[in-house]
């Protein structure tokens, strides 16, 4: 898992100064505006919303369009549209199991654009349930590591209902029952520990080893995938050890 890990890191730092940054900027607003109608506008209250604003601010996205997703989302200010959750199942080249969850207002055009998107880069859809059984939903913290070891980070959180603290390089991913991800954040904020991102997410039980060559067109695939507008997260089980990703940097 630590090889997907690494991925996930090396991707999450490239995203801060990505070409794609408009349309990352409006992922991380919709994410705010969902929140708010689904939980109230109070982030006090409402920790989804508390964590979909931290996101957003740490991906540097401007205070007033936070704000105004807040308010379109609660109510407060009118023009929200009607978000929906659907989750896309498929597979990857070398038999890479896909989750593509959307967050949409036209269910049509979301299910075109992710066929699209995955006929065209070796991908295949498969039927509702025959992937997603392989992974389970977490609730997932990822910090910067900023001179802190394993056992700081476990010590803070391990009593919050911390399942693992897996290392990433130069960040730490703390994995929990989504139930636990409040308790987890609010342990790590009352230790002084600063974190990147707060979520649920969903994390393979298996995961399928790649060379390069695999590698490069999985990630190419998921990158078409992540470049749709309707496209809000895609989950895979790739396992990218350090030698292969050390390729990729070539």
């Known amino acids: 898992m630590s090889g997907h890990s690494k991925w996930a890191t090396t991707k999450h730092k490239k995203a801060a100064i990505d070409a794609k940054r408009g349309k990352l900027f409006a992922k991380l607003v919709k994410n705010v505006e969902v929140a708010a109608r689904t939980g109230g506008g109070d982030?006090?209250?409402?920790?989804?919303?508390y964590?979909?604003?931290q996101k957003a601010k740490k991906a540097s996205v401007p205070n007033d369009n936070i704000e105004r997703a807040r308010k379109r989302?609660?109510?407060e200010e009118a023009g929200g549209a009607d978000w929906q959750t659907i989750m896309y199942e498929g597979y990857g080249p070398n038999g890479v199991a896909l989750l593509i969850e959307c967050l949409t207002d036209n269910r049509n055009r979301a299910a075109g654009e992710?066929?699209?998107a995955m006929s065209r880069n070796g991908g295949n859809m498969a039927d509702a349930g025959s992937v997603?059984?392989?992974f389970s939903r977490k609730g997932v913290v990822v910090l910067e590591k900023h001179g802190l070891s394993e056992d700081d980070i476990l010590l803070a959180v391990l009593e919050a209902g911390a399942e693992e603290v897996n290392d990433l390089?130069?960040?730490?991913?703390?994995?929990?029952?989504p139930t636990d991800l409040v308790a987890v954040r609010t342990a790590l904020v009352e230790a002084g520990i600063d974190y990147d991102s707060a979520e649920p997410s969903f994390q393979p039980s298996m995961s399928v080893a790649v060379d390069a060559d695999a590698a490069r067109k999985v990630l190419r695939?998921?990158?078409?995938?992540?470049?749709?507008d309707d496209v809000q997260n895609v989950y895979s089980n790739i396992d990218i050890s350090d030698e292969v990703l050390a390729q990729l940097d070539e």
């Open 43 to 49: 982030p006090t209250g409402n920790p989804t919303l």
């Open 51 to 53: 964590d979909a604003i």
């Open 73 to 75: 989302g609660s109510g």
């Open 114 to 116: 992710v066929r699209t």
């Open 132 to 134: 997603a059984y392989m």
């Open 169 to 177: 390089g130069e960040s730490f991913e703390i994995v929990s029952e």
């Open 221 to 228: 695939l998921i990158d078409a995938l992540e470049d749709c």
